[in-house]
């Protein structure tokens, strides 16, 4: 009997020292290859969500078009290759910024990222990265616009170099054939109707008249509705628009600044202002979820909140990859 007690006590023992173990190889390698976890900062900046969010309603009450500002930030910095807020470096004498690219025409309002970057320096500084910034404001935005609050990890850290030799590469096209764009989406873990409902952030904003005058000129596009071809032309008179000129067509004239499913029912009667917009209605592939959207704000807000969530993750700048940026548009000094 004493036998057997020892021989359960060693294989205890020896139990214990593999569990050990593997614990102690996990902590070894959560270390080196650390991960994205909710609440991140909650010993370093347990206000930084607040502060963040407080200052996003802040700016929304005084400058609405703002929600479509971070809305579109999370999906063209997080697209090109990581989510590490290269998209708001200012260009240098070696490197053009992704923000002067073609591509982000219309993107303005970089200014309130730096709002919000100082109000988050005032309370913990040199702690919340740019990255994390410009994640969460735009999570914030989605809610501004009476979309789905969506739960997001923390802890990204900013890049140190823009990525604008290799936009083209990443960044879907609004031109691009539907395989491409579902192509490219593919390649961020983003499946198809994750990609519709992404789509579905068409449903705010406007879209630039150079981003569509190839539809409306030197022929319409049978393609269109002709009941939305004269308010287009209103809105976009000329063939080749003067670039320093905000000119622009409404995505959704109905409700224009609420984040709904009225995008679906316009794309659905040919109302989509861009090649994607038609596309994506018309396309065997995304049509049903096109039409299970238009449908049901329940799946349409669940979809978002999954590819949202999968965007925002994609190949971020964990532990001691990148830094945190200390101004919102320019990389860190490197000390000697």
């Excluded at 173990?21 to 996990?26: Q, R």
Aim: charged share 30%; with cysteine.
């Amino acid at each position: 009997m004493a036998s057997s007690s020892s021989s359960r006590a060693l294989l205890f023992f020896f139990a214990l020292l593999s569990l050990s173990a593997v614990s102690c190889f996990a902590a070894e390698r959560n270390e080196e290859d650390p991960v994205l976890v909710m609440d991140f900062y909650r010993d370093t900046c347990p206000q930084a969500e607040e502060v963040i969010r407080e200052q996003v309603k802040l700016l929304y009450k005084r400058h609405k078009n703002t929600a479509f500002s971070w809305l579109r930030n999370i999906f063209h910095d997080c697209a090109v290759q990581s989510c590490d807020a290269s998209l708001l470096l200012d260009s240098t004498r070696r490197s053009l910024s992704e923000k002067e690219m073609d591509r982000s025409f219309g993107m303005r309002n970089f200014r309130y990222i730096e709002e919000i970057k100082e109000a988050l320096e005032r309370e913990c500084p040199g702690v919340v990265s740019c990255s994390d910034i410009l994640v969460l404001s735009a999570r914030e935005g989605v809610v501004r616009l009476g979309g789905p609050f969506i739960p997001l990890k923390t802890g990204r850290r900013d890049g140190r170099r823009s990525r604008a030799e290799i936009l083209e590469q990443y960044l879907p096209d609004h031109n691009e054939s539907m395989s491409v764009v579902l192509e490219k989406f593919a390649d961020m873990g983003i499946d198809t109707p994750g990609l519709v409902a992404l789509l579905g952030a068409h449903s705010v904003g406007r879209t630039h008249c150079v981003k569509l005058v190839h539809r409306l000129y030197p022929e319409v596009d049978p393609q269109l509705n002709p009941d939305h071809v004269p308010h287009m032309l209103k809105k976009c008179p000329d063939a080749i628009p003067d670039p320093k000129a905000v000119q622009y067509v409404r995505n959704d004239r109905g409700t224009p600044m609420i984040f709904d499913t009225n995008y679906y029912r316009n794309i659905l009667d040919n109302k989509g202002l861009m090649m994607v917009d038609h596309q994506l209605a018309t396309d065997k592939r995304t049509k049903p979820y096109v039409k299970k959207m238009a449908k049901s704000q329940d799946y349409f807000f669940k979809e978002f909140s999954r590819a949202f969530t999968i965007l925002s993750e994609n190949n971020p700048l964990t532990g001691n990859k990148g830094e945190i940026r200390q101004q919102r548009n320019v990389a860190n000094k490197i000390r000697d």
